[in-house]
């Protein structure tokens, strides 16, 4: 089963965590603390891939984090944040 790497962005106790997919393009999720983002990530995720099928696009591959690292685009950003991986599909989908 695929994950997709996420990078939390948690600015600090007074303002709200972001959460994005370096492989998804516009593909975010907030919370008020890091649980909520991650609460979110999937139904995020769901709401990308419902959108990217509806215009006939195929979601597109995940990378690994090693992959990721490598890529200078996302390097700076491993490096200040903090990186989790998202399930997809989530397993509770094939209930």
Known sequence: MP???AII??????????LWFPDLPGCISGGDDVDEA??????????????LTADGHQLPPARTLD?????????????KHTAVLIEWPPLDAAK
Do not use: I, R
């Open 9 to 18: 962005e948690d600015a600090g106790p007074d303002d709200a965590v972001s």
């Open 3 to 5: 994950h997709y790497v």
């Open 67 to 79: 992959e990721l690292k490598a890529d200078p685009e996302f390097a700076d950003d491993l490096g």
């Open 38 to 51: 991650l609460e979110n990530a999937p139904e995020a995720l769901a709401f990308y891939v419902q959108e």
